[in-house]
């Protein structure tokens, strides 16, 4: 027994042994395999790069000395000849190129020479503009193929990029690269938006040969790159470009940023008289296909294989009832196997039995080949392969009018089977097992060809219920239709008697106007009659009355006039238009002028933004508010008044007699004084007919105040949109130094505040 263990013992690590070698094996075979794909994919894309940039170099390289060609035909070269010759450059997509420019040399005694010729030539406005000593090098004429503005006359020599560009070329009669530099012309520009960049140089030669001049093109190389590396490279990896032996970057396009780089490239390119280079990296796990799980599954399955394989040589190595309990064990763990393929294949299944809206699958006999319960459910009855003919007995299926039935080829999932696409096809279902009837909402489109056979897929969904709703809520909006139109017709008449009203308020105005001034009229007149005629008959006590009968007829007067307008106001009509403040400003405190006579008076306009309204009435609020600043400060010795806007409101402020701001509500009612009259004249009716006024125009009015302190009255009007000026006025009063009380304006260039 103990010898058997033993041999089955070493049968077991051998097998184990051979497992494991042959797992390994396979395993780093597998692992060499995708860094071999990893490489060969980096090296050509390096390749397709390289080719790439070089083929389209070359073009731009071609482009330029044809342009030179062109130029050096040209005896002289002329802005209009210059144009034709670089007009064709627009139509070659030369991505990156901001510009081509002809270049000349002068030095620093001949730039003005130089300037001269060719403003002769056509260039006007050429201004050359040197730097330093030595020679020169301006561009004359240019092309902007980049969309930016058109710059001629800088110098570029003190630039060494380019300028060693240009003396290469001169010398060598052929095109040259400089290194990569900022361009000049994108040095102004942000930071991030500065791209390096290389300049192609081209000689110009007239017939014989001689060197005239330079043709220049400037390349974003970014740009460039971009445009012409493939799309896998932009995408996986990143790629470097640099100049000569690689100290001086060019352009980079990074791709994928996962990891670290595990895979480099090299490529060399020969553009015009320099060599690039060109480094392409990337991280073996972002690249498609080269870092798969399948080593790591090999060993793992290796590894699980070999030690199934040994465990059964150690077990048949040993007793044959273990071993045939052993296969009682594998034959159970096969059939869960089994069992767990089968619940795998049965998870579309129950994805499908799981799924509210019902869906059902026809092939392209048109037979049903699946369907979910809740098909079943929404149909009301088994979707089965049945003759389309019977569809309508079977189903029972009508449109959306539920009378007309559907004919076999107008069915969502029959067009879907025919190549249509079908959305939100309403279908009714009436049947045995959907007596009621039920909407369904189809949509149906043809199987993906991926299936791997032809046929139609239908999907639907119950809408019954929210149909039903949409009807309720249709009746609703008919029934609050029905009640507007109702109210409306009650409204219509309240309006009418409305205007009865009015009417009749109107005509008692006309008979207060009349009626009233008439009596009022004839008692002033016959007292002044008596205070003229008779004034050497009365005594002082005598001559008091008749002026206090004269002042309460005026009073009275003054009463009716205010009544009409306040009652008036609501019936006239607002007129809509820019009201400028500032100006009503101005002219009211003109007619306030004989109220200022013999006092010191200061008036503070400030920025007034224009309002919308009836300018009448708005001047009315205007005239009122200022009216009553003046009267409630004439027991003081210096009277400030500021108008203004503030806080989306214009206020005018006083430092007056103020108001005990308890009874502020009472300001702006009808006939309601908080003064005495025999302090402060008045009727009591103007600020309630201001309060009214700006009611109408949509605002609101409020006044702030402390007894002997001032009072401020605020009010809001609706704006209009014209910018609010930002300079202010000042106007002053000075009854002795202006004479008569008239505002001391300011003179020509004072500030206003």
Request: proline share 4%.
């Amino acid at each position: 027994m103990g010898r058997s263990r033993a041999t089955a013992l070493t049968a077991a690590c051998v097998v184990a042994v051979i497992g494991l070698l042959a797992t390994g094996a396979a395993a780093a075979l597998v692992h060499a395999h995708e860094w071999d794909n990893a490489r060969s994919l980096i090296d050509r894309t390096t390749l397709s790069a390289r080719a790439a940039v070089q083929f389209e170099l070359q073009r731009y390289t071609d482009a330029l000395k044809t342009v030179a060609g062109g130029l050096g035909g040209q005896d002289p070269v002329t802005p209009a000849g210059f144009d034709a010759a670089t007009a064709p450059l627009a139509g070659l997509d030369l991505r990156g190129v901001t510009a081509v420019a002809l270049m000349v040399p002068a030095t620093s005694d001949r730039v003005a020479q130089t300037q001269a010729t060719w403003r002769d030539r056509g260039v006007t406005g050429l201004t050359l503009k040197p730097e330093g000593t030595g020679e020169h090098f301006f561009a004359v004429l240019q092309r902007a193929l980049d969309g930016s503005p058109r710059t001629v006359g800088a110098d570029i020599s003190p630039v060494p990029e380019p300028t060693a560009a240009l003396l290469r070329a001169r010398t060598s009669g052929g095109t040259t690269v400089s290194d990569p530099y900022v361009l000049i012309r994108d040095r102004g520009r942000p930071d991030e938006a500065q791209k390096r960049s290389v300049v192609f140089a081209t000689p110009v030669t007239d017939a014989a040969g001689r060197f005239q001049a330079w043709v220049v093109i400037g390349v974003r190389a970014a740009d460039l790159l971009n445009r012409l590396l493939p799309a896998g490279a932009k995408g996986w990896f990143q790629v470097d470009v640099h100049a000569g032996s690689g100290a001086l970057p060019i352009a980079r396009v990074t791709g994928s940023d996962k990891g670290r780089p595990e895979l480099t490239a090299v490529a060399d390119l020969v553009i015009a008289d320099q060599q690039w280079t060109m480094r392409v990296a990337a991280d073996r796990s972002a690249l498609p296909g080269t870092d798969t799980p399948l080593d790591t599954g090999i060993a793992a399955g290796g590894v699980a294989l070999t030690g199934l394989l040994t465990a059964l040589v150690y077990v048949l190595a040993t007793v044959r009832r273990r071993l045939e309990s052993e296969v009682y064990t594998a034959t159970a763990e096969a059939r869960a196997a089994e069992r767990e393929a089968r619940r795998q294949a049965g998870l579309l299944g129950a994805v499908m039995d799981s799924i509210g809206d019902g869906v059902a699958v026809m092939d392209g006999d048109g037979r049903f080949i699946l369907s979910n319960p809740a098909a079943r459910s929404l149909v009301g009855s088994p979707v089965e392969s049945a003759d389309p003919d019977d569809w309508a007995n079977r189903y029972g299926l009508f449109k959306a009018d539920g009378v007309s039935a559907f004919a076999i080829a107008e069915m969502p999932i029959i067009r879907a089977l025919h190549g249509e696409w079908v959305t939100d096809e309403e279908m009714i279902a009436r049947n045995p097992g959907r007596p009621d009837g039920a909407r369904l909402n189809v949509s149906a489109r043809p199987l993906d060809p991926a299936a791997g056979q032809p046929g139609a897929v239908a999907v639907f969904h119950d809408v019954t219920d929210r149909r039903a709703a949409e009807d309720a809520v249709r009746r609703l909006n008919a029934e609050l239709e029905d009640r507007v139109d109702r109210r409306t017709a009650q409204l219509a008449a309240r309006a009418e008697q409305l205007r009865a009203a009015n009417a009749e308020l109107e005509a008692f105005s006309y008979s207060v106007s009349h009626d009233l001034r008439a009596p009022l009229r004839a008692v002033d007149g016959f007292a002044r009659m008596l205070e003229l005629d008779y004034a050497t008959f009365l005594d002082d006590t005598g001559r008091r009355y008749v002026a206090r009968v004269r002042a309460g007829a005026q009073t009275m007067g003054e009463l009716i006039d205010g009544l009409l307008a306040f009652s008036r106001l609501q019936r006239q009509e607002l007129s809509h238009e820019e009201v400028r403040l500032d100006r009503l400003v101005d002219e009211v405190w003109d007619e306030l002028a004989p109220d200022r006579v013999g006092r010191r008076v200061e008036l503070v306009v400030g920025d007034l933004p224009p309002a919308a309204g009836d300018r009448r009435l708005i001047r009315q609020v205007v005239a009122n508010l200022l009216h009553n600043a003046l009267k409630y400060t004439r027991s003081r010795a210096e009277t400030r008044i500021e108008v203004g806007f503030t806080d989306d409101a214009y206020f005018v402020k006083d430092n007056g007699a103020g108001f005990d701001s308890q009874y502020v509500d009472r300001l702006f009612q009808v006939f309601q004084r908080l003064h005495r009259a025999e302090d402060y004249e008045g009727t009591g009716v103007g600020l309630a007919l201001a309060s009214r006024i700006v009611l109408r125009h949509g605002g609101r009015i409020w006044a702030e105040g402390e007894t002997d302190r001032g009072a401020t009255f605020h009010f809001t009007l609706p704006k209009l949109s014209h910018e609010r000026k930002g300079a202010t006025d000042v106007v002053s009063a000075d009854a002795g130094a202006a004479g008569g009380g008239q505002p001391v304006r300011p003179g020509v260039g004072a500030a206003r505040v």
